[in-house]
């Protein structure tokens, strides 16, 4: 059974930082690429960042470019998101993708 578990989610100030990770059961990862999605009431979701098998090539939405961190670890089965210097425009449901297998999602909330 395939199951991608999301963590590190929380409340915090604006300038603040947290880590998510997100640890997948079911299959190994280290052939895929990988994403991380978010969602804020009321829009649709979002492309943040995406990490392709060994890491070795990133990409970010214009919004987090330079303040996020997408790396993954293939030992762990496991893909991080580092999100420093949070806005409260960052406030979502973070959830995490993988061989279109979603996550439950993570909520990150930045007051402001």
């Known amino acids: 059974q395939v199951q991608l578990v999301e963590s590190g989610g929380g409340l915090v100030q604006a300038g603040g930082s947290l880590r998510l990770s997100c640890t997948v059961s079911?299959?190994?990862?280290?052939?895929?690429?990988m994403s991380w999605y978010r969602q804020a009431p009321g829009k649709e979701r979002e492309l943040v960042a995406v990490?392709?098998?060994?890491?070795?090539?990133?990409y970010y939405a214009d919004s987090v470019k330079g303040r996020f961190t997408i790396s993954r670890d293939n030992a762990k089965n496991t893909m991080y998101l580092q999100m420093n210097s949070l806005k409260p425009e960052d406030t979502a449901m973070y959830y995490c993708?993988?061989?279109?297998?979603w996550g439950q999602g993570t909520q990150v909330t930045v007051s402001s």
């Open positions: 990490i392709n098998t060994f890491g070795h090539s990133t």
């Open positions: 079911g299959f190994a990862i280290s052939r895929d690429g």
């Open positions: 993708s993988v061989r279109n297998y």
